[in-house]
């Protein structure tokens, strides 16, 4: 049985800005979608992508609670395991969120950032880059915390099926 761990991200520009200023490390996920990038934007920009996350990995995923907010900036998500989203920019499409509690934040790690970039290449294409900076308390150093990378990898996996196979629906 999965064991049930919550993390909590808190959408707050300021306090990503902050964090942004220390020295920190990065799992960045790189994934190629071939729909437009206003598109895979409309998904990541509010709640979409933490729903579909939820329903496609019911088996790591358990809940996904709403506790404040549309997905925009100061929008509060619950999740009962995995990470996901901060500061909101429609022009740049960029998504970002500081972990607040669980995680990486949980075995040593004094900040995680969760990050989302849709990236155009061109008009009916464009990329997916998931990144989590973090960093590592001086005590924590020699046990090497990471978070994990993997469930935002799933997440774009997920996206990239569902836009790419709803193409004709735009």
Known sequence: MLKQVSLI????????????SQDLKHLTNELEVNV??????????HLGIS?????????VIQNVQVLEGDGGVGTMLKFTFAPVY??????????????LEGGCLAIGCSVQIVRFDIVEKTND????????????????????????????????????????SSKNDA
């Open 9 to 20: 991200f808190f959408l707050i520009f300021s306090s990503y800005m902050r964090a942004e």
């Open 36 to 45: 437009a990038a206003s598109r895979v934007w409309k998904l990541y920009r």
């Open 51 to 59: 729903t579909l996350t939820a329903q496609q990995l019911k088996n």
């Open 86 to 99: 901060n500061q909101v920019n429609d022009e740049k499409k960029v998504k970002v969120a500081k972990g």
């Open 125 to 164: 294409s464009c990329i997916i880059k998931s990144d989590i900076a973090y960093a590592v308390k001086e005590e924590f150093e020699a046990n090497d915390p990471k978070p994990n990378i993997q469930i935002l990898a799933a997440g774009a996996q997920i996206a990239k099926r569902y836009l790419e």
